[in-house]
Nanobody, 124 residues
Framework: QVQLVESGGGLVQAGGSLRLSCATSGRTFSMYAMGWFRQAPGKERNFVATITRGGGPTYYADSVKGRFTISRDNAKNTVYLQMNSLKPEDTAVYYC?????????????????WGQGTQVTVSS
């Protein structure tokens, strides 16, 4: 079993930045590909970014490409999401997720382990 705990969310003005962290415990962190997803009120959970076990390659949703950066520190068992140039439409609850299987890393249903989420609110 893998436990994930997100932090770093908050309220920020448009154009600002936030850095989300997801700390993990349990089994070996380096065994897992990690993903970030987000869910706005009344909407489905959508893919944001993912990073493979070794730290690369990385993949991004078109809506965040060039603004967000996913990274991981296997020594600290932590994955990060650096979010720059934030927009009001980035407002959502952000979740990190872990998976050990291969496949399409953009599909939320293929991740068995999830954190509780952290709220990101971007004001205009």
């Amino acid at each position: 079993q893998v436990q994930l705990v997100e932090s770093g969310g908050g309220l920020v003005q448009a154009g600002g930045s936030l850095r989300l962290s997801c700390a993990t415990s349990g089994r070996t962190f380096s065994m897992y590909a990690m993903g970030w997803f987000r869910q706005a009120p009344g909407k489905e959970r959508n893919f944001v970014a993912t990073i493979t076990r070794g730290g690369g390659p990385t993949y991004y949703a078109d809506s965040v490409k060039g603004r967000f950066t996913i990274s991981r520190d296997n020594a600290k068992n932590t994955v990060y999401l650096q979010m720059n140039s934030l927009k009001p439409e980035d407002t959502a609850v952000y979740y990190c997720a872990a998976r050990s299987s291969s496949g399409n890393l953009r599909i939320a249903d293929e991740y068995p382990y999830w954190g509780q989420g952290t709220q990101v609110t971007v004001s205009s």
